[in-house]
């Protein structure tokens, strides 16, 4: 029995690791272990030999469980030890401070302007940035040969030599949106379609990259009436206002007929843009009842259909509703402006909670 002992309390005090530990107490006080094989031998002993070896038989199995249970904790520290060596975090360093992101006025104002459009039943349609020719101009009644479309200063897609087919083109504006509508929903109709367009200009209310949202309306009964009074709500309702002065005026585009543009008082005293009063006006928008041949590209039937259009700048309802005079510093990533013109990222604009804060 004190071999036993020597030999088993050696082998666990050399244990490396918690498997070869298991192994050790399979081998000694597992069911077939030695010293369980050694308990089993009592059945034969004479009573006298029983009250001897039993005792001491159990004394030994706890010693080696206790052994054991010893070396497991001792290994398991030792791992800790090794672990926390390795990995280790220095607390007295500086905390990082967390600034949350911002929502980009032009992200807000499109929020703001689908909310008011999608309580008065308009749902929201996108088409892609890069447009075939004949969805940008043809089937908005815009020929080849047509100044319109050299006064949009259209940036061409490039074409491999050799190519005839018509160039594909970044969208001058989101009226083709009108188009693809038309196509996929059939009329009646009631969408809006923001998203970015691009035309080559650059001042301080021009950027090759903007943004519009375009309105369509076709239904049996649609006047020119319904056009107004639709853009005039918009207008009230996205400056929060009871009264804005606008400015219809008379117009051309290719695509309605007839047409009229929207201006809205604005004064840039000082170099600050504040809208509603001063003597000088913004345009904001283009509209107009929708030309019969653009329905009949869309595949709608004019002699039983008409429609309204209409076409807004986002980034200039921004500058104006948020008195940001450059348009150029929207689109320059510079995080400054950014947090001064940003929107709190939870703040999501609704016509009962309020469009702005
Ligand atoms: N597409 C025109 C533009 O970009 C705006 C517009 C849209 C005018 C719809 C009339 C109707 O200038």
């Not at 075939?132 to 815009?142: E, G, K, Q, T, Y």
């Not at 150029?328 to 990533?333: G, K, L």
Request: hydrophobic fraction near 40%; aromatic fraction near 8%; charge should be negative.
């Amino acid at each position: 029995m004190d071999d036993l002992r020597d030999k088993y309390i050696k082998l666990i005090s050399e244990a490396r690791d918690e498997a070869a530990l298991e192994d050790l107490r399979v081998q000694a006080v597992g069911k077939k272990g030695e010293v369980s094989l050694k308990m089993r031998e009592l059945g034969k002993m004479t009573p006298e030999e029983r009250q001897a070896a039993g005792p001491k038989l159990n004394a030994l199995k706890d010693e080696i469980n206790s052994a054991l249970t010893a070396k497991k904790a001792a290994l398991a520290d030792a791992a800790l030890d090794e672990r926390l060596k390795t990995e280790w975090l220095d607390v007295t360093l500086p905390g990082r401070p967390r600034r949350s992101g911002t929502i980009h006025p032009v992200s807000q104002v499109t929020e703001e302007v689908t909310a008011i459009f999608a309580d008065m039943g308009f749902s929201v349609a996108e088409g892609p940035q890069i447009e075939s020719d004949w969805h940008n101009f043809d089937a908005l009644n815009i020929p080849g040969h047509h100044p319109a479309r050299a006064e949009m200063d259209t940036f061409y897609m490039h074409r491999e030599e050799g190519d005839n087919r018509p160039p594909h083109v970044l969208r001058t504006h989101t009226s083709p949106v009108q188009i693809r509508s038309m196509e996929l929903a059939g009329a009646p109709l009631r969408v809006i379609c923001p998203g970015r367009v691009y035309r080559a200009d650059y001042d301080q209310t021009h950027t090759p990259m903007f943004h519009q949202v375009e309105g369509l309306a076709v239904d049996t009964d649609i006047s020119m009436a319904n056009l107004k009074w639709c853009l005039e709500e918009f207008v009230k309702a996205f400056f929060e206002v009871d009264a804005v002065e606008l400015r219809f005026r008379a117009s051309h585009f290719p695509f309605t007929e007839p047409s009229a543009e929207v201006d809205i008082r604005c004064s840039w005293e000082g170099g600050t843009l504040k809208i509603g009063e001063g003597d000088d006006w913004m345009e904001i928008l283009g509209s107009g009842m929708v030309h019969p041949k653009v329905l009949m590209a869309g595949n709608i039937d004019p002699a039983y259909w008409q429609g309204f259009a209409f076409g807004i700048g986002i980034d200039r309802l921004a500058m104006l509703k948020y008195g940001i005079p450059d348009l150029r510093a929207f689109f320059d990533s510079d995080l400054r402006w950014l947090r001064h013109y940003g929107f709190a990222a939870l703040d999501v604009p609704t016509l009962h909670g309020g469009l702005s804060r």
